[in-house]
């Protein structure tokens, strides 16, 4: 990698004619200070008086960063002008900064703020920066940052002609299945749901939401009770601060991570408000734009990936050894996904309501847990559901909502997608008759790190989590094994006494 800085120190009052051997001067000592003997990391080629004020042009090669060398330069010579010619540095001003490093000519323009051109020539990129990003953004290292998301984007642009990083590492006993059904459509005939006026939910009716109920009981017999797992509720509504944290902002629909924002007004004063509400009475319409007018930029969005906002609750904290592991779960209040168009049945939906497995620990711990849910998931669907899934190694959740493909993972860190055949959507050699119904992630350090959260005796701390939704489970379950309750499986009808009486129409 090369780089090129052309800068200017703007001055407070012009330097006298002798000033420039004075700066030759300094160019040789600061080379010499910055770059060392030979000066292979790059060299302060030029520094003269401009006008009122200094010109600078710096060449770096390799890790050298020009920015830097620039920062220190001024530092450097502060003191030295000011008390040589009484004169201060007020400002830097960029004039051009040229990144050339090794690349390929991407098949899709590399777009990236605070660039002006990328030119490709022998090899090679040349990345032309925006002379006016702020300064503030270069000292906190968004240079680097732009390198990095340059080299990300060529790697995801080849990556999309690569295979989906998916391994399958046990598949259950082939059932024979006769069933070929579609169970949204069935259950909307039945009456059980109904779709809302609002893209992709469905308002649940008492049969399904008794169903859910019983995946409810299930998950507490196998797996909370026997393992001594807590119930928490988890906030719904997450602030920027935590998706800044668990890395959700570096995705923002690029593929996964697609948010809903929520914005808050901008006062609660009635009388900001009387127009809208005016306009309302009138018309009996939402003037979408007077209301736009009317509210503030989020400040957050709606729970997306369900365990982050519980981070909160241990921020910055030392968690007493004796207390560890920690085990909780959730299932309250749904979560948000806007998903492409409207017309998926109720697998594919913006409203999703899931239980969360959340476990902290050592390292031990974790993993020990880890196992132990695993093997209580499969038990749930071969024994209790009886249905036909496999399960598979996948690129975690939280690295492709971070925008990420890339699945270069430390030992024992990883996620497992467990998949279920769904009858009526094909022949189980296409991957596309599977639906993924549950995951159960080894996380590592990644949240303990972004939140600030220790253990007493300094060991590292761990955590893992699970993920499944009771539409998934409910629409897989019927899939294989349709709505007549004679042929359901024998242990999940332990659970059933009888559906309750809901509405009828006429
Ligand atoms: N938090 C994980 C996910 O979003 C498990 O629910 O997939
Ligand atoms: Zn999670």
């Not at 001067?25 to 790059?42: C, I, P, S």
């Amino acid at each position: 990698m090369e780089s090129y800085l052309k800068a200017q120190f703007i001055l407070s009052a012009p330097l006298p004619p002798e000033a420039n051997n004075y700066l030759s001067d300094v160019m040789e000592r600061a080379n010499q200070r910055f770059f060392g003997e030979g000066g292979k990391l790059g060299k302060i080629t030029e520094l003269k008086v401009d006008n009122n004020n200094i010109s600078i042009t710096i060449d770096c090669k390799g890790k050298g960063q020009p920015h830097y060398i620039l920062f220190r330069l001024r530092k450097f010579m502060r003191t030295e002008i000011g008390k040589k010619f009484r004169v201060g540095i007020r400002e830097i001003k960029f004039e051009e900064y040229i990144i050339t490093l090794p690349s390929e000519v991407p098949s899709k323009e590399i777009k990236i703020p605070f660039v002006k051109k990328i030119e490709y020539k022998s090899q090679n990129a040349c990345i032309y920066l925006d002379p006016k990003i702020n300064l503030d953004f270069v000292e906190k290292g968004a240079i680097e940052r732009i390198v990095g998301l340059f080299k990300t984007k060529l790697e995801m642009q080849k990556y999309g002609a690569k295979k989906e990083h998916h391994k399958i590492v046990y598949t259950s006993e082939k059932k024979d299945i006769s069933f070929r059904e579609d169970p949204t459509k069935i259950m909307v005939k039945l009456g059980w749901i109904r779709r809302t006026s609002y893209r992709n939910q469905w308002i649940w009716g008492p049969e399904i939401t008794y169903l859910a109920n019983i995946i409810k009981k299930i998950w507490l017999d196998v797996v909370y009770k026997p393992l001594e797992f807590y119930e928490m509720l988890f906030p719904k509504y997450v602030p920027f601060d935590v998706w800044k944290k668990s890395g959700h902002l570096k995705g923002l629909y690029q593929g996964s991570g697609e948010f809903y924002f929520v914005s808050p007004p901008k006062t609660r004063d009635p009388a900001f408000w009387e127009d809208l509400c005016d306009y309302y009475v009138i018309t009996k319409e939402i003037d979408h734009n007077l209301l736009l007018s009317k509210l503030a930029p989020p400040q957050g969005g709606l729970s997306y990936a369900q365990c982050p906002p519980f981070w909160q609750f241990v921020e910055g904290k030392t968690i007493d050894i004796k207390s560890l592991p920690f085990k909780v779960y959730d299932w309250n209040g749904p979560t948000y996904r806007y998903e492409s168009g409207g017309a998926h049945g109720l697998e594919r939906v913006d409203e999703l309501h899931r239980i969360e497995t959340l476990f902290i620990g050592t390292k031990d711990q974790v993993l020990e847990l880890g196992q132990a849910i695993r093997d209580k998931i499969k038990y749930i669907y071969e024994t209790v559901f009886e249905i036909e899934f496999r399960e598979v190694i996948v690129i975690p959740w939280w690295i492709e909502q971070e925008g990420r493909h890339e699945a270069d993972l430390a030992k024992d860190i990883g996620t497992f997608d467990y998949e279920a055949y769904i009858p009526y959507k094909g022949k189980r050699e296409d991957n596309k008759s599977w639906e993924e119904i549950q995951n159960l992630s080894i996380i590592g350090t990644k949240y303990p790190k972004a939140f600030t959260v220790k253990i007493s005796t300094g060991e590292e701390l761990w955590s893992g989590c699970a993920g499944g939704s009771f539409e998934r489970a409910i629409t897989t379950f019927i899939a294989q094994h349709g709505v007549n309750i004679d042929d359901w499986p024998e242990m999940f009808l332990k659970y059933f006494k009888d559906f309750p009486q809901s509405l009828k129409f006429c």
